[in-house]
């Protein structure tokens, strides 16, 4: 049972056995793990976060370390205040602490991110990717996503037994909502994921699997966040806009769906989400969207 002499770990490692994080998708917990190591090991008032009691823990700490976070950037500092906002509100349930001190932090909002990669762009990455065989299994993770519209997690962990080459189908649960989605796979997508096949299958489960093993270790699939750093090379040789990830070529064949006439409700069997309101932050709008829609109430118009 936790007390208000214990330290932030132990509220950590408490948290990690109750019922509301068990219930959390495996990715979720996965990330929050991480997120809170890094918060436990950042220096505030002469010592680690997490060795500070939670009866001490107050706002010069919070926003001390808050401040450091900011150093990797807003949306790091902003996943590390939101897990950690959990663990307080979970001991502030449990009567260790009065409130959550989390809620004395400066925090600056997300910057909503709405970029969108061209079809030129997506073409230019894969014929580059493609060329070089070091950069081919990110090649091809950019582009299963830019052709399945999934989450780049689930592609960077996407195993052979997900691919069915009789089907030409992918089956996968979706690791953050747990929903099952199969996709169709066209030819060409196929045609390479045989290549891959040919080449790693002995090697690895994984699909988009290290081309090259690292450190005599069997090939691995890439680490979440290396990649965007590691694609570099590829938008480098390409002439790419440096800011381009490929986290981005979900959101932008969820817009192109719509601009398309793809209707929200079908847009779902693709995408996983089971809330139709989970969508909106991956629709941007657009002349091409807004033209088609006014092109049909002409229509009806009889303009």
């Not at 090991?41 to 939670?54: N, P, W």
């Not at 932090?105 to 065989?133: C, F, H, K």
């Not at 169709?184 to 690895?204: A, C, G, N, V, Y």
Request: aromatic share 8%.
């Amino acid at each position: 049972m936790l007390r208000e002499n214990d330290t932030l770990d132990d509220a950590m490692n408490t948290y990690y056995s109750s019922h509301k994080f068990r219930t959390l998708a495996p990715l979720s917990q996965k990330h929050y793990m991480a997120w809170h190591r890094a918060s436990s090991k950042t220096k505030v008032s002469d010592k680690y976060l997490g060795e500070h009691k939670l009866k001490n823990i107050g706002s010069k700490q919070l926003n001390d370390a808050y401040e450091k976070w900011l150093l990797k950037g807003i949306r790091t500092a902003n996943q590390r205040y939101r897990s950690l906002s959990v663990v307080f509100t979970y001991c502030r349930k449990q009567e260790v602490i009065p409130s959550n001190p989390m809620g004395l932090v400066d925090m600056i909002p997300d910057a909503e991110r709405n970029v969108r990669w061209t079809q030129q762009q997506i073409q230019t990455y894969l014929e580059v990717g493609y060329s070089e065989y070091k950069w081919r299994s990110l090649a091809l993770m950019g582009h299963l996503c830019a052709r399945t519209g999934q989450r780049l997690g689930d592609m960077r962990e996407l195993q052979w037994s997900n691919i069915n080459f009789e089907t030409k189908t992918m089956h996968l649960i979706q690791s953050k909502t747990q929903v099952p989605v199969t996709l169709p796979l066209r030819d060409s997508l196929l045609d390479i994921l045989k290549q891959q096949q040919e080449t790693f299958r002995e090697e690895s489960p994984y699909v988009c699997v290290r081309p090259l093993p690292v450190r005599n270790q069997t090939h691995s699939p890439y680490r979440s966040e290396e990649i965007s750093r590691l694609i570099k090379p590829i938008l480098k040789q390409g002439n790419l806009p440096p800011h381009l990830l490929l986290r981005d070529l979900r959101r932008t064949l969820i817009t192109r769906a719509v601009e398309a006439g793809v209707d929200i409700v079908s847009l779902t069997q693709v995408t996983g989400h089971k809330n139709i309101t989970s969508l909106r932050p991956y629709i941007q709008n657009t002349l091409a969207g807004a033209t088609s829609v006014l092109d049909k109430v002409d229509a009806l118009d009889g303009e």
